[in-house]
Structures are given as C-alpha cells and as structure tokens.
C-alpha cells in the first residue's frame, strides 16, 4: 500500500501510522487533501498488480545508514538503532524496501485480494486509508456483486447497465417531482381564489386570516404573495399544519408598515397561542407552535391585534 501510495500521488506520501490485522488494515500517511475515487481506484489496482506478480518478501539486517543509502523506506518520525531490519520484495524492480519490525508474508500473493474501504482525515496533513484483505475482501465483493444483481433485477437491467438505469430513475423523479410542485401550486392557486371572500375590511383596508392547505412553508409564501396582488392593501395571515407542526405566514404591504402593523410582531404573539413563536421583517414574517389544535385560534387572534396596534 504504501508503495502504492508513493507511486500515485508522489515521494512526499511517509507513512505516519498504521493498524494491521490478519484480513484489515489501516494505514495513515502524509498527503494534504482527500483522494479521489480515480486515485484510489489507480491504488488499488497497483497494490493488487504487486500481489498478484508473487513477489517473495526478503527480511535481512543491516546498519541503519546502509538501509537508508539503499532506498530503505523508515516510518515518518520513528527513531531507529544502528542495525535494522529491513523488509523488501520486487527489490530488483525497485517496488518497495522498507525498516520494519512485523512479521510478514513469505510472498505477496499470500496477502490474497486487497480492497479499499475508506478514507478520510486522520489529522493536520495526514489522511487514513483503510483497507480489507484476503477472505475478508473477497466477502465484501460477494456482497457487492449480491446487491448489484439485486439491483439489476429490481430495474429489469443487466448488472452493467445498473448506472446508466439508476441515473434515468433519478431524472424521472426529478421531472415528476418538478411536474407535482407545478400541480400543487396551481391547487394553491385554486384555493386561494376561493379563499379571497374571507377578507374582512378594516378601516379601508383587507384583513385575511386563514387556514389553508399547504405541503410546506415555499407555497405559504408563494400563496401569500398571491393574495397581495390580489388584495391590494392588506394584512395577510396563512396558517397550515405542516408534518404535524402548526405554521403561520404573514404578510404586511407598505402603507400598513407606516400605520403600525409589522408582520414580525403579529405572528409572534399568535404563534405564542400554539406554544410556539417566531418573527421577521415587518412585510414578511412567519412562525411555528407546537399546537395544532390552537391553530384556528391563533389565526382569529389576528383581527384583535391588528385593531389594537393600528395607527392613523
């Protein structure tokens, strides 16, 4: 792996760590951003490449300066004796030499198949590759190719058109939920029509404090601003219980801000009836509570606040 590492990403890569078990391992190593999944692909195989060619691992000791003189790979940081033990295969080929202490392999090809899990950030400069080997690789790459076949037959698609099958889904869904979002604005539409006649006039202006059916807060707003156009000079007030959860939208146009009205403060106190609260700028607020059942209170509690806080 860690010649694997240096041949791919270049000779700043030392190790700074490692964790190696019977069928894992983890390896920490000097490199300063993420890998991408080219290059850990390119890791992979050139790691499985040396496995596969079978090379004998070679032990020998020698003096620490000699090692070094001849390429011998040390640990990032790790202090040394004058003898060493220094552990290499494909030596001819320059593939790795390194001072090390472990027991290993008598040749690569024992090592069996080699299979990158993850990695990610280990510290300052450092990242952490972790990796799975022999039995415990081959494993992972059944359970891989058992849902990869189970994903084919789900999108009646053979295993190597999985990709291209799951990107089509996805584009779909994305037109459908685009297409459900147009439908529902225009219901929005269609009830805020019917909604119009509710407006109640104060003082020469439109006051609309309602409960509508809403999927989310973006059509409150939406159904909102439809009825400002609509209304002209208004204080308008949408409730809608959405997952559960009671939600207020206000809306104040310009010349009520100058009498007094503030769409902040009027959906905080209502939203106060709920358990909840909330607030915003004075020509658009909105606000949650915890009680849906308080919700029609809420809303007939805006007549009375507006009344109280009119100015003019």
């Known amino acids: 792996l860690h010649a694997a590492l240096r041949n791919r990403l270049g000779s700043h890569v030392h190790q700074a760590g490692s964790l190696v078990a019977p069928e894992r391992l983890r390896f920490d190593f000097t490199h300063n951003k993420p890998l991408t ?6 890791i992979e195989r050139h ?3 040396i496995i596969l060619a079978n090379y004998p691992v070679n032990t020998r000791w020698t003096t620490h300066k000699r090692a070094v003189a001849e390429g011998a790979m040390a640990l990032f940081g790790e202090k040394y004796g004058d003898v060493v033990r220094v552990v290499s295969f494909g030596e001819d080929e320059g593939v790795s030499m390194e001072l090390c202490g472990g027991t290993h392999v008598d040749t690569t090809a024992e090592i ?6 993850n990695e990610t950030s280990s510290a300052a400069g450092v990242r952490r590759i972790e990796v799975l080997t022999g039995r415990a690789a081959e494993e992972l790459v059944e359970t891989r190719l058992h849902v990869l076949d189970e994903a084919a037959d789900l999108l009646h698609a053979r295993p190597e058109e999985v ?3 799951v990107k089509q889904l996805a ?9 459900l979002a147009q439908m529902r604005q225009k219901l929005a539409q269609q009830e805020s029509a019917n909604l119009l006649g509710q407006a109640t006039q104060v003082d020469g202006f439109n006051v609309l404090a309602t409960q509508v059916d809403a999927p989310d807060m973006d059509t409150m707003r939406q159904m909102t601003d439809w009825f400002r156009d609509k209304l002209g000079s208004a204080v308008i007030v949408l409730g809608a219980v959405v997952d559960e959860k009671p939600m207020l939208v206000a809306s104040v146009t310009q010349d009520l801000i100058d009498r007094g009205m503030h769409a ?4 905080r ?3 106060k009836i709920m358990g909840g609260g909330g ?28 009344n109280a806080n009119l100015k003019g």
């Open 269 to 271: 106190e209502a939203a």
């Open 37 to 42: 999944a080219d290059e850990l692909t390119d």
């Open 112 to 117: 069996g198949n080699f299979r990158v899990v």
């Open 163 to 165: 990709g291209d099958a």
């Open 47 to 49: 790691a499985n490449a």
């Open 264 to 267: 902040g403060n009027l959906v």
């Open 279 to 306: 607030g915003g700028r004075p020509n658009m607020a909105q606000a949650g509570g915890k009680d849906a059942g308080q919700l029609p209170a809420a809303l007939a509690s805006v007549s009375d606040w507006v």
């Open 171 to 179: 584009e779909q869904h994305q037109a459908l939920q685009k297409e």
